[in-house]
């Protein structure tokens, strides 16, 4: 019985009938117009004082209503009103405004059936409770019992207690008619309003996007602030071991730290910038590092950890790093960066750095007849290797290798691959990344 009572006059009961109360007061304008045109239609009658009439103008609103439903706010507004009245979960209701036909002809059915049910329920909701209020006092009020309406219930003839009766079952079947309504559009709305196949597609390729940016701010983050922290960690350690035997091996330590983190503070500023959505480029903010501007800075500062590096670069047929596509030459700078990291971490003895730019593999033409000359494109090729670290003297572990992972990604971005781990006898990186043209 409670729960009975609960559908019926419950608060999700009352808030639907308020969304289908709200639907008659949004027909009222249509109902208007459409009985001014069944009044002149009607040679000047007046659509109140006939009921047929009245119906009529009803009739033709709805249609009106209709047409005007194409335009793409009134979703995001019928939305809006379902979710907070009707009880509708969210996340089976479309987001935005009604783009594609077919989601602007759902949406129209929604609007005709919500005003269309709403003005019928509204009406009823103003007739029936005033109706039932008589009924119910009819016996105990001497003046409408002595009026000849011609209805039954009002003769004193009537047995006392069937006016009462017929007013509370009044205002039984308005609460229940109003209760089936409601359920019939809360049931209806993720039909006619939930996403569509091209919402789907829409919030997938939004979610992708979101999630590219964070990732790639991820990356930003790790490579600049975790390798800087890892080459101030080791160029500390290292002055504190010679602070008494190598005065100046201590100054250069001390000096590369200063420069390490005045960089890295920089970096730091300009991916925070990007963090503020909306936020331009400022003209102060450090630019992103580059292979050709920063990567004999990057070695002095990791050499001057006291780790030997030997670099190897042939920049091959472009002449010099400078002449790299820029978006090539920052990704290489970060995959370094973060190999040198590992490097430092994980690494015992001399690291060895191979940079150069070579001919695209063979398996990346397979068209190509054996006799033509090779016109694939260059690839820039990144190889670092040094001696493991004895399992007791490696730095523990303290993240997921979300360095190399970021590595992988950044190069799987430009069509390139990064392969890290044991090569013979050394631990090894490579990196491969294609660049734009080729040798034509």
Sequence with gaps: MRDAL???????????WIHLILGGALLMPYFLLAQVGVGVAAGGANAFSSLPLALAAYAAALPLAAATAVFGLVRPLSVSAVRALCGVPGERL?????????????????????LGVGALVSGMTLAVPPMAVVLIALPFVSGP??????LGWFSTKAEPYVAPALGIGLLAALALCAAGAGALLARTAPVLLGPTAADRLAAAEERA???????????????????????VTLQAAAARRMVERDPDFV?????AIEDTTRRTVGELDAVLGLLRDGDPARPDAAPAPTLAADLDGLLARTRAAGTTITAHQEPGAVGDWAALPAIVSREAYRIVQEGLSNALRHGAG???LRIRVRAGHAGTDRDRPRDRPCDR???????MTNPPA????????????????????????????????????????????????GDR
Excluded: F, M, Q
């Design 350 to 352: 001399p690291v060895d």
């Design 145 to 150: 019992r002595a009026t000849e309406l011609g």
């Design 377 to 383: 494109p260059r690839e820039l090729e990144i190889t």
């Design 6 to 16: 609960g559908g019926l006059l419950g608060a999700r009961a009352r808030l639907r």
């Design 251 to 255: 100054r250069e330590a001390l000096a």
């Design 209 to 231: 996007a979101d999630l590219a940016v964070r990732n790639r701010l991820a990356r930003e983050l790790h490579d600049a602030v975790g390798h800087a922290l890892s080459a």
């Design 390 to 437: 004895a399992p007791e003297d490696r730095e523990p572990r303290t993240t997921g290798g979300r360095g190399l992972r970021g590595s992988a990604e950044r190069a799987a971005l430009l069509g390139g691959s990064v392969e890290a781990g044991p090569h013979e006898d050394r631990w090894r990186l490579r990196a491969v990344l294609p660049l734009a043209g």
């Design 94 to 114: 479309a987001e935005g405004p009604a783009l594609s036909w077919a989601a602007r002809g759902r949406t129209s059915a929604w609007w005709t059936l919500h």
